[in-house]
Nanobody, 134 residues
Framework: QVRLEESGGGLVQTGGSLRISCAAS??????????MGWFRQAPGKAREFVGA????????NYADSVKGRFTISRDNAKNTMNLQMYHLKPEDTAVYYC?????????????????????????WGQGTQVTVSS
C-alpha cells in the first residue's frame, strides 16, 4: 500500500510563489517506473490536471494553464515530489492533490496528454489548500 501526503500549502499574494510537496511512503513501495501527478480542485469545479512526472525518466507534462509558471521536480532521497509555483494568480486557488500510478506506467510513450486523466492513478493524497489573494 502507498501513502501520499501533501504539504506546503498556504496563502500567497497574486504574483507570488509557493512550493508544495508530496511525500510517498509504504512498506514495499518503490517509485520504479510509475507516474506521479498533481491535480487541483476549486470549489464547485471538477478536479483538473496540473502536471505529471514519470519518475524513472524525469519526463514531465503540464497543463497549458500552468506551463511556464509551474515546475515539477523529484527528490529521490526523500521520496518526495515537489511543485514549484511562480507568478501565481487568483485562479490558481484550489486544493492541490498529488497522485501516483501503479507500476509499469507507459502512457507517456504513446500519448501527448499523458498523465492528465484521474483514472491513470491508483493512489491519492488528502490535498493541501493553496489560496492566492488578489
Amino acid at each position: 500500500q502507498v501513502r501520499l501526503e501533501e504539504s506546503g500549502g498556504g496563502l500567497v499574494q497574486t504574483g507570488g510563489s509557493l512550493r508544495i510537496s508530496c511525500a510517498a511512503s509504504g512498506q514495499t513501495f518503490e517509485f520504479g517506473d510509475r507516474a506521479m501527478g498533481w491535480f487541483r480542485q476549486a470549489p464547485g469545479k471538477a478536479r483538473e490536471f496540473v502536471g505529471a512526472i514519470v519518475w524513472s525518466e524525469s519526463t514531465t507534462n503540464y497543463a497549458d494553464s500552468v506551463k511556464g509558471r509551474f515546475t515539477i521536480s523529484r527528490d529521490n532521497a526523500k521520496n518526495t515530489m515537489n511543485l514549484q509555483m511562480y507568478h501565481l494568480k487568483p485562479e490558481d486557488t484550489a486544493v492541490y492533490y498529488c497522485a501516483m500510478s501503479r507500476e509499469n506506467y507507459s502512457r507517456h510513450k504513446e500519448y501527448s496528454f499523458w498523465g492528465s486523466r484521474v483514472d491513470e492513478y491508483a493512489y491519492w493524497g488528502q490535498g493541501t489548500q493553496v489560496t492566492v489573494s488578489s
